[in-house]
């Protein structure tokens, strides 16, 4: 059992060495969203993310003798980095399993903070079987990144400050990977403001938590390569999930689209980086009606740990969904001038040419004709569909 005593007691524990991170209201998204929204800047971490308040709690509580012998995870990257930077300010070793798809900079982060890294399989669950196995053969204790009592608790912390910092706070939504931080947010929210709406958000790319609610016990599933990568989990924790089941009102799942345009929205509107798992629960009351309607509702952002070699990306996704940016496909006459005719009613409708390429071999049969590939940027999706229309009127055939 964990209780709201060991989430305040956490509290007390972490403060000084973990940052109280401000909770801010957003002006603009509220305005958009239709409710008064309150973002919770947990990226704001030394580290990048909140699980640096699980490692820092689970680590103090750990016994002498297990502080000595040294500490080992699996993790995607937060997590290690998290027990690299604790361990390193309290004399503990730590050795981290890294799944082949961690991105660049968290492996080396963990390694810059003194963790000995160890990168093994192409799934995390893979990455977590070799800790274990190594835990056992060399005597380490094996911290749990979210299915660990004390790792919930110390994540627990999140909750109590929003709820501190916030009154009458209606909803509190939050990401979700393998359920550490929902099931902490859980018991602190429900030991203080039960009647408060709880809504957990998952990426449909791993869906762990909303298949193991679906039937009813935990289940595995098979994780597919997101851009939230700290959410790509196949099997979420027990404790988070007899948490969960009988604590949070709703776990909903976002696509792709929707993370990327969280991301973008984010940075355009709040001047806030976060990495795609840090955008999840932004994602989820943008893309789903959660009868939030007029309520104050806080949104976890919970990581910045973006790989940069991606970010351009995910930034060119996020505007693409927001109908900034289109690709289209036209056939024009192959003769002189069929270009020039074709940019020009581009120009006309205010939209700018980012690239431009033909194909006389390929896409077209006709040999009049010229399939001429267009990347435009736009001014919303209207303005494309305004596009279409003046190119179709002109006689130009957009074949997507």
């Known amino acids: 059992m964990i209780r709201l005593q060991d989430i305040q007691a956490a509290a007390v524990r972490i403060a000084g060495a973990v940052v109280r991170t401000p909770t801010t209201r957003s002006e603009v998204l509220s305005k958009r969203l239709g409710f008064e929204l309150f973002l919770k800047h947990d990226?704001?971490?030394a580290t990048g993310s909140f699980k640096e308040r699980g490692a820092r709690n689970a680590l103090m509580l750990l016994p002498d003798e297990a502080k000595k012998q040294g500490v080992i995870a699996a993790s995607a990257g937060n997590h290690a980095l998290a027990l690299a930077r604790h361990g390193q300010l309290l004399g503990i070793s730590v050795t981290v399993v890294m799944p082949d798809f961690a991105p660049l900079t968290k492996v080396m982060k963990c390694s810059a903070l003194g963790a000995r890294v160890i990168q093994h399989g192409h799934t995390f669950d893979d990455a977590r079987g070799h800790a274990t196995e190594l835990s056992r053969t060399q005597g380490?204790?094996?911290v749990h990144g979210f299915d660990d009592a004390n790792v919930i608790a110390g994540a627990g912390t999140?909750?109590?400050?929003?709820?501190?910092?916030?009154a009458n706070l209606d909803a509190i939504v939050v990401p979700v990977g393998g359920g550490g931080l929902l099931a902490g947010v859980a018991v602190a929210v429900r030991g203080l403001l039960p009647q408060m709406k709880l809504i957990g958000v998952e990426t449909e790319y791993a869906p762990t938590m909303h298949a193991s609610l679906a039937a009813g016990r935990l289940v595995t599933i098979a994780a597919r390569p997101t851009l939230?990568?700290?959410?790509?989990?196949?099997?979420?924790?027990q404790r988070c999930f007899d948490i969960v089941k009988d604590q949070v009102d709703q776990v909903v799942l976002v696509d792709e689209t929707h993370i990327a345009r969280a991301v973008l929205d984010l940075l355009e509107i709040e001047r806030t980086l976060v990495e795609g798992a840090g955008a999840a629960a932004f994602a989820g009351v943008t893309q789903h009606d959660l009868?939030?309607?007029g309520k104050r509702v806080g949104v976890v952002l919970c990581g910045s740990n973006i790989d940069l070699s991606i970010l351009g990306r995910l930034i060119d996704r996020g505007v693409a969904a927001s109908g900034r940016l289109c690709r289209l496909k036209c056939a024009i006459s192959d003769r002189p001038g069929g270009l020039a005719r074709l940019t020009s009613l581009i120009a006309q409708t205010g939209a700018s040419i980012r690239e431009v390429a033909h194909d006389r071999n390929f896409e077209s049969p006709d040999i009049a004709s010229?399939?001429?590939?267009?990347?435009?940027?736009t001014r919303q999706a209207s303005h494309i569909e305004m596009l279409r229309r003046t190119l179709e009127a002109s006689g130009v055939?957009?074949?997507?």
Not at 397 to 400: G, S, T
């Open 370 to 377: 010229v399939v001429v590939d267009l990347v435009l940027e």
């Open 43 to 45: 990226h704001l971490q």
């Open 291 to 293: 009868g939030l309607k």
């Open 228 to 237: 939230a990568d700290g959410l790509a989990i196949a099997r979420a924790g």
């Open 140 to 142: 380490l204790t094996y």
């Open 158 to 166: 999140v909750a109590l400050e929003m709820m501190q910092d916030v």
């Open 397 to 400: 055939r957009v074949l997507n």
